[in-house]
Each structure stands twice: as structure tokens, then as C-alpha cells.
């Protein structure tokens, strides 16, 4: 049973391009999650979804960043004319069932790494 | 005041010391608290998880919760090179997780 894949695992843009992550979740998890890590700071919750759905996305900043998780096809996180300060480790995390208030390990990804020149 | 601190370390520790790990938090309504590993250039896997307050053990690796002090601790006995990674609390309420910094720790043969 494969793990939670990222592609692509290092990616490089310019500032004021697109970057387009990648996310497919464990086999029979659907339910998908995304962080992003900074040095020291550990991760930051972005963006939680089920298929077509976006269940809770409070972590997400408001303008450039995007995401989904369609019916077919793995979850895409979407940042537009990215700047320097997007620079950053993207880890995208499944679980197999809602979140609610009872506990369900969450899979890592091994992340993508931003790097915005 | 962040919702969970965790000192970042950098913790350096000789191959079979006692290690201490630690995170407070200032949300009384987080239920799960959790424990993770991060070796370089990879994911964050799950080490332990605990609800509510108590010790719970595995191995060498033993996780504790004082709700009343929002304090919570990892304990790793007998540490080995191969523990040498970033260990980071997480605490779950709900819908809502929150991660630790993260500390660097190094054990040296």
C-alpha cells in the first residue's frame, strides 16, 4: 500500500509564477490536508478537504492561494505569482475518515519544497 | 503568546542518555496530544498519541500529559543515533491540530 505521494518533490519558480503541488492520498483515504513548514516553525495547518470539498480552509492566506481535491485525481495546492516569503517545505497529509472530535492519524507526505528565486 | 511552544533546540545528547522533550499549550480544549518524528528531507510520522491526561508507553519512548499544567512530555530511554531527528507535539480539539516548532535533537555515538 503505496504512502502519501507529493509530486513534484522540489520545485523552483520565479517570483510572479504559478506553483502547482501535488497530493495523492493513501489508497481509501479521502480526506486530505496541507501545511506548510518554515524553519523553527514548525507546521502550519492550511487547508482541509474531502473530495469536491473544502471543509475548512481558516489556515489558507486570502489572496493567491488555492485549492482542491476533485472527484478523479489527486489534490492540487495552487499559490499564483508567487513572492520570496512563499518559500517553503508544502506537506500534504490523509486520513482515512472526518476529523470531528475522535482521533485519526493523519499519513504525511514527504512534502515539496518550494523555492521561489 | 503562541497556542503550543515547543523549544527548538538545537538538544545534543551521547548514544544511551535519557531524553526529554516538551510542549506547553495554552488551548484547555485540545483532547489529543501527539507525538512526531521528522528525519531530514522527510514527512512527519506519527510516534505516539495519548488522550487526555497519564503516561502512556511504548518501547523506549514513553508520552505524558498534565492537562492541569498544559504541559505535555516525550521521554525516550536509551537513546541511539537512530533517534537523531526533530520530534514535534501536536494537540488535537476537534477539527483543529496544532504543531509544535519542533526540537532538533542529535544523539552521538
Known amino acids: 500500500n503505496a504512502g502519501v505521494m507529493q509530486n513534484p518533490r522540489h520545485l523552483v519558480r520565479r517570483r510572479g509564477q504559478e506553483a502547482r503541488l501535488r497530493c495523492s492520498p493513501m489508497?481509501?483515504?479521502?480526506?486530505v490536508y496541507w501545511y506548510r513548514q518554515l524553519p523553527e516553525e514548525g507546521l502550519k495547518f492550511m487547508v482541509y478537504?474531502?473530495?469536491?470539498?473544502?471543509?475548512?480552509e481558516s489556515g489558507m492566506p486570502k489572496e493567491r492561494f488555492s485549492a482542491e481535491f476533485p472527484k478523479e485525481g489527486p489534490s492540487i495546492l495552487r499559490i499564483q505569482q508567487v513572492v520570496r516569503g512563499d518559500s517553503a517545505a508544502y506537506f500534504c497529509?490523509?486520513?482515512?475518515?472526518?476529523?470531528?472530535?475522535?482521533?485519526?492519524?493523519?499519513?504525511f507526505g514527504p512534502g515539496t519544497r518550494l523555492t521561489v528565486l | 503568546q503562541k497556542e503550543v511552544e515547543q523549544d527548538p533546540g538545537p538538544l545534543s545528547v551521547p548514544e544511551g542518555a535519557i531524553v526529554s522533550l516538551n510542549c506547553t499549550y495554552s488551548?484547555?480544549?485540545?483532547?489529543?496530544f501527539m507525538w512526531y518524528r521528522q528525519y531530514s528531507r522527510k514527512g512527519p510520522e506519527l510516534l505516539m498519541y495519548?488522550?487526555?491526561?497519564g503516561n502512556k508507553e511504548d518501547g523506549r519512548f514513553t508520552a505524558q500529559v498534565d492537562k492541569s499544567s498544559k504541559y505535555i512530555s516525550l521521554f525516550i530511554r536509551d537513546s541511539q543515533p537512530s533517534d537523531s531527528a526533530t520530534y514535534l507535539c501536536?494537540?488535537?480539539?476537534?477539527?483543529?491540530?496544532?504543531f509544535g516548532a519542533g526540537t532538533r535533537l542529535t544523539v552521538k555515538p
Open positions: 497529509a490523509s486520513s482515512p475518515t472526518r476529523g470531528g472530535g475522535a482521533f485519526h492519524e493523519q499519513f
Open positions: 489508497k481509501g483515504h479521502s480526506h
Open positions: 478537504l474531502q473530495k469536491e470539498n473544502i471543509i475548512d
Open positions: 488551548n484547555s480544549a485540545f483532547q489529543y
Open positions: 495519548t488522550y487526555s491526561s
Open positions: 501536536a494537540l488535537k480539539g476537534g477539527n483543529d491540530m496544532r
